[in-house]
């Protein structure tokens, strides 16, 4: 099975990102053929700073080998390096009923805030739907919020296929299992745009002062309550070992205890949990040279999948003047 998931290189990924889908995705290069890529043209749709975007397509990179990505198991590449593509994009677009995009909700959220949205973020699916019929991918792990355009997906295929004939594998969406939705340090859904994150590889003291301010319960602390749903104990949950976990659960059940003493346990099961990855990030940010090797080489492959891809889909809509045999 060929497993396909991009991610945008938008800014420093946060524990959201990790525990709701790179942990899932990476785990799944090994009992398939993981495609992954970073997200750079989709991200400029928010990131619209050169040096930023490159920094950030580097840094996502990074991160991602750093985190356990085997570039010997799996095909790691930067989507522009794959101009194909955006060719297939266009391919899709003329077929693509403008009503399907305007029910797609990351336009139409943006829409009802009364902000612009550009062609970019509007055609966004379109684009999502050629990374994923490039490849042929089989199965496509998403969250919850990106399951509707899958659909747009599997319907643009299903739409080509049956007026040019069988072009495109028309591709599953499946849930991630064992993803976490994270609370930020606020309490609401840890994301970038909230500006509530811890991210994976920030500076250890930087997060524990972070940590130390994460909004707590407004009951008196000696009020015995239950663990579940309180922030400290669900980001604990991700980080902690199962002894700290239970440990800190019967704390919470007892009442009379201090919030810092948990807030430093959460910072120190931080620091534990991802100190291998930082040392291997470490000696990965030495090594640039073999990380753009690594995105060379999955760009290599990558093109070729989706070279034979895109030949299919121009030979059957015919801007491929001669079919050959
Ligand atoms: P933005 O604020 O721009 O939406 P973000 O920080 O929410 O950015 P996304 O790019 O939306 O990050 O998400 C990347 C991936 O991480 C998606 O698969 C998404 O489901 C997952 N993800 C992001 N935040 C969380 C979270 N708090 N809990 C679980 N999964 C998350
Ligand atoms: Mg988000």
């Not at 525990?19 to 890529?37: K, M, N, S, T, V």
């Not at 309490?187 to 970038?192: D, F, I, T, V, Y």
């Amino acid at each position: 099975m060929r497993v396909l998931s991009g991610i945008q290189p938008t800014g420093r990924f946060h524990w959201g990102n990790y525990f709701g889908a790179i942990r899932q995705y990476i785990q799944l290069q090994h009992e398939h053929d993981g495609y992954y890529f970073i997200a750079d043209l989709h991200a400029l749709n928010t990131v619209r700073d050169a040096a930023s975007l490159r920094d950030h397509v580097l840094d996502a990179a990074i991160d991602l080998l750093a985190l356990g990505l085997d570039p010997k198991k799996a095909t790691l590449f930067v989507q522009s390096e794959v101009p194909e593509v955006c060719q297939l994009c266009w391919l899709l677009m003329t077929g693509t009923p403008m009503g399907l995009l305007e029910r797609c909700h990351a336009y139409k959220d943006k829409k009802a805030k009364g902000l612009n949205a550009s062609a970019g973020l509007f055609t966004y699916p379109v684009l999502m739907a050629a990374d994923i019929l490039a490849y042929d991918a089989n199965w496509v792990p998403v969250g919850e919020d990106q399951l509707q355009h899958i659909e747009v997906c599997r319907d643009l295929a299903r739409s080509f296929n049956a007026h040019y004939g069988e072009v495109f594998m028309i591709p599953e969406g499946k849930i991630v299992e064992g993803a976490a939705k994270v609370p930020g340090i606020d309490g609401e859904k840890m994301s970038k745009s909230y500006d509530n994150t811890l991210a994976i590889f920030e500076d250890p003291k930087a997060q524990r002062k972070k940590i130390m301010r994460i909004a707590t319960d407004s009951r008196p602390m000696d009020q015995p309550k239950e663990p579940e749903g309180d922030t400290l104990f669900d980001l604990l949950k991700l980080v902690g070992t199962p002894t700290e976990v239970d440990e800190v659960a019967a704390i919470d059940r007892r009442g009379q205890f201090g919030y810092g003493d948990i807030k430093k346990r959460l910072a120190d099961a931080s620091e534990r949990y991802f100190a291998e990855a930082r040392d291997r990030r470490a000696a990965l940010e030495q090594n640039s040279e073999f990380v753009l090797q690594v995105l060379a080489e999955g760009a290599d492959r990558a093109r070729q999948v989706a070279a034979k891809v895109l030949y299919r889909a121009q030979q059957a809509c015919g801007t491929l003047r001669a079919a050959s045999s």
